[in-house]
Every structure is written in C-alpha cells, then in structure tokens.
C-alpha cells in the first residue's frame, strides 16, 4: 500500500496563476484533509471532506477550493496565487473524524 | 487560550537523558489525544496515542492529566534518533463537528 500520495513535491508559481494539488489514498478512508505548514504556525486546516462529493471549510480556507470527486482522491485548487500561499501543503486521510490520521509527504510550494 | 498550546523549544539533550514534554488543552470535553513526531523536512506521523490510565510503548510514556487538562510525553534513554519534532494533538468540536488540533510541535535535539 502507498499509504497518502500527493503531487507534485515542488512548484513555483508566479502571483496571479493557478495550480491543482492531488492527494491520493489507498486506504479506504472516508475522511480527507489539506493542511498548510508555516514555520511557528503548526498545521493550519485549510478544507476537509467527510466522504466522496462532500467538503467543508477548516480553518484557513480564503484563496483555494477543493473537490473530492472520488473517494481516494482529495484535490486541492488556487485560482490566482499569492505570495502567502507560500507554504508546506500537506494532505492527510483517517478513518474518522478523530481517529489518526495519515499524511502525505507534502509539497512545497513557492509563490513569487 | 490557545486549543492546544506546546512549549516550542528547543530542547537539546544530551544522548541517554530523559525528557519530558508537557501538552495543554482548552476543551475538558476531548477525549483522543496523540503524539506526533515530525522529522525535519517530512510529514507528521503516528508516535504514540494516549489513553487515560497512560501507556508506554519502549522507551516512550504518555500520560493524560484531565484535571490539570494536559498530557505529556516522556522520553528515557534517548537517541540521536529521536531528534525531530513533537506534536502534541486533541480531539475537539468545530460547530458540532469532531475534528482534530494540532499543536505547534515542541523542537527535540539529541546532543551526542
């Protein structure tokens, strides 16, 4: 098993351009996640889903979208970057809402 | 007051001490709570959960304190393997919703 996929690793983006990040499990799990990581921030909840066609807003969800079309797959949108996108993106997926959670490798993303 | 608040450290310790972290909480109402350990540069993964008559597993204890609302992490004979960083998370409710928070991470260095 893979476990939690997310690609790409890296990007760059320019302000103003839009990127898709893709998380993907193996794992059955209902529940998804997308996590930003900034130094002395600890892991901020950007959007969750509860299940397949479902998503709800966390706790930093101003400039992304998110949709989950498939169970396995979590998708993670921003329309027009902006430098304070830049960020370590991390997805996560669980078994339930408080139950652990398992989290990709990440994807540093740099927005200039 | 914070949800979950963690002393940031850093801790640096030298090889074959004991260490100990302290986590506190705002909600008496939750009821999981976990360590998570973070190497530089990778993603969160599964240390240990903690359950109220606390646990051990090898070198590693966990402990929950409901009255004083926190739990810690105990660490004996430490290894240069064991340098990374802690996270300390809590089940709580967001409008009714389970979910879960983490701390910040309290930063561990095993000095040979």
């Known amino acids: 098993n893979a476990g939690v996929t997310q690609t790409p690793k890296f990007r760059v983006l320019k302000t103003g351009q839009s990127m898709t990040l893709l998380c993907a499990q193996d794992?059955?799990?209902?529940?998804m996640y997308w996590y930003r990581q900034d130094p002395g921030m600890g892991l901020r909840l950007i959007h969750y889903?509860?299940?397949?066609?479902?998503?709800a807003k966390g706790e930093v969800p101003d400039g992304y979208n998110v949709s989950r079309l498939k169970k396995q797959n979590f998708l993670l949108g921003l329309e027009s970057a902006a430098p304070s996108q830049t960020s370590v993106y991390f997805c996560?997926?669980?078994?339930?809402?408080?139950?652990?959670?398992?989290f990709g490798p990440g994807t540093r993303l740099t927005v200039l | 007051r914070k949800e979950v608040e963690q002393d940031p450290g850093p801790f640096n310790v030298p090889e074959g001490a004991t260490v100990a972290f302290n986590c506190t909480y705002s909600?008496?109402?939750?009821?999981?709570f976990f360590w998570y350990r973070q190497d530089c540069r990778k993603e969160p993964k599964l240390l240990m959960s903690?359950?109220?008559s606390g646990n051990e597993d090898g070198r590693f204890t966990a402990q929950l304190n409901r009255a004083s609302q926190y739990i810690s992490l105990l660490i004996r004979d430490s290894k240069l393997s064991d340098s990374a960083t802690y996270l300390c998370?809590?089940?709580?409710?967001?409008?009714?919703?389970?979910?879960?928070?983490f701390g910040t991470g309290t930063r561990l260095t095993i000095i040979p």
């Open positions: 996560a997926s669980s078994y339930s809402l408080s139950s652990t959670q398992y």
């Open positions: 794992m059955n799990h209902e529940y």
């Open positions: 889903s509860v299940g397949e066609g479902t998503t």
């Open positions: 909600n008496s109402a939750s009821q999981s």
């Open positions: 903690v359950y109220s």
């Open positions: 998370v809590v089940e709580g409710e967001d409008f009714g919703n389970e979910k879960l928070t």
